[in-house]
C-alpha cells in the first residue's frame, strides 16, 4: 500500500521568509514517482514538478527547490523568499511504477504567507 | 500546453437532479482520466479511473450507480451525479494523462474542479 504523509497540517510565515513543507512517503514499488500540487482559493490544482525514484537529484526553479531523499523517504519542498501569492494549499502525491499509476495524495500543508 | 477543462465550474441545484460534469483534455490525448472528490479542507480522494473505450474501475465505497463516468472519446469524459441528495455537495475534480499506453507514466494533468452545491 501507499502511504503519503505531510506532517504539518497548517503553516503561517510572514513575507520573505523561506518556508519547507515536508513530505514522507511509503511504498513497496522500486519504482515510483513523487508530485508536489499547488491548489490556491480558487481550487484548481497546479502541477509544480514530478520526480522519478531515480532521480535523486535536487531540482530548484525559481523560488522553488525540491530535496528528494530515497535515504528517508522523504521529498521535501522549499519555497525561498516567500511571497503573498504562495499561500495555498501543497499537496504532495506519490504515484507506483508497473500497473499502479494512480495517485495517493497527501492530506496537504496550507501554507499562510503574511505581507 | 497540457490544459484540461472542467465545466461547469459551480453547480446548484435541487435534490433528486442529475448532474452532469464534463472534463476534456484541450491539447492532448487523454488514455485515462480519472475524477477526485474533496471534502472541504480535505485531502483528494480518487473516485474513479476511467480509460477511454472501457468501463470506468471505481474505488472502494464509490457507488457505481451513483456516480456514472463514462470516457468515450480521447478527450471528453463525463461524470453524471444521479438523483443528487446534499450529501453529494463537494468540489469534484477531474484529471487527464496522456500518453499511448493504458499504464502511461504521464503525469495527470487537473481540471480547475466543479463546486456542487445541493439543496
Known amino acids: 500500500a501507499q502511504k503519503v504523509t505531510q506532517a504539518q497540517t497548517e503553516i503561517s510565515v510572514v513575507e520573505k521568509e523561506d518556508v519547507t513543507l515536508d513530505c514522507v512517503y511509503e511504498?513497496?514499488?522500486?519504482?515510483?514517482?513523487l508530485f508536489w500540487y499547488k491548489q490556491p482559493p480558487s481550487g484548481e490544482l497546479v502541477f509544480l514538478i514530478r520526480r522519478n525514484s531515480f532521480d535523486e537529484q535536487n531540482e530548484i526553479s525559481g523560488r522553488y527547490s525540491w530535496n528528494f531523499q530515497k535515504s528517508t523517504s522523504s521529498f521535501n519542498f522549499t519555497i525561498t523568499a516567500s511571497q503573498v501569492v504562495d499561500s495555498a494549499v501543497y499537496f504532495c502525491a506519490l504515484s507506483g511504477g508497473g500497473s499502479n499509476y494512480k495517485l495517493t495524495f497527501g492530506k496537504g500543508t496550507l501554507l499562510t504567507v503574511n505581507p | 500546453g497540457a490544459v484540461v477543462s472542467q465545466h461547469p465550474s459551480w453547480v446548484i441545484c435541487k435534490s433528486g437532479t442529475s448532474v452532469k460534469i464534463e472534463c476534456r483534455s484541450l491539447?492532448?490525448?487523454?488514455?485515462?482520466m480519472f475524477w477526485y472528490r474533496q471534502f472541504p479542507k480535505q485531502s483528494l480522494m480518487l473516485m474513479a479511473t476511467?480509460?477511454?473505450?472501457?468501463?470506468?474501475?471505481?474505488e472502494q465505497g464509490v457507488e457505481k450507480d451513483k456516480f456514472l463516468i463514462n470516457h468515450a472519446s480521447l478527450t471528453l469524459s463525463t461524470l453524471t451525479v444521479t438523483s443528487a441528495h446534499p450529501e453529494d455537495s463537494s468540489f469534484y475534480i477531474c484529471?487527464?494523462?496522456?500518453?499511448?499506453?493504458?499504464?502511461?507514466?504521464?503525469?495527470?494533468?487537473f481540471g480547475d474542479g466543479t463546486r456542487l452545491s445541493i439543496l
Open positions: 476511467s480509460n477511454e473505450g472501457s468501463k470506468a474501475t471505481y
Open positions: 484529471s487527464a494523462r496522456g500518453g499511448t499506453a493504458v499504464y502511461s507514466n504521464q503525469p495527470q494533468h
Open positions: 511504498t513497496r514499488d522500486t519504482t515510483y514517482y
Open positions: 491539447d492532448f490525448q487523454a488514455t485515462t
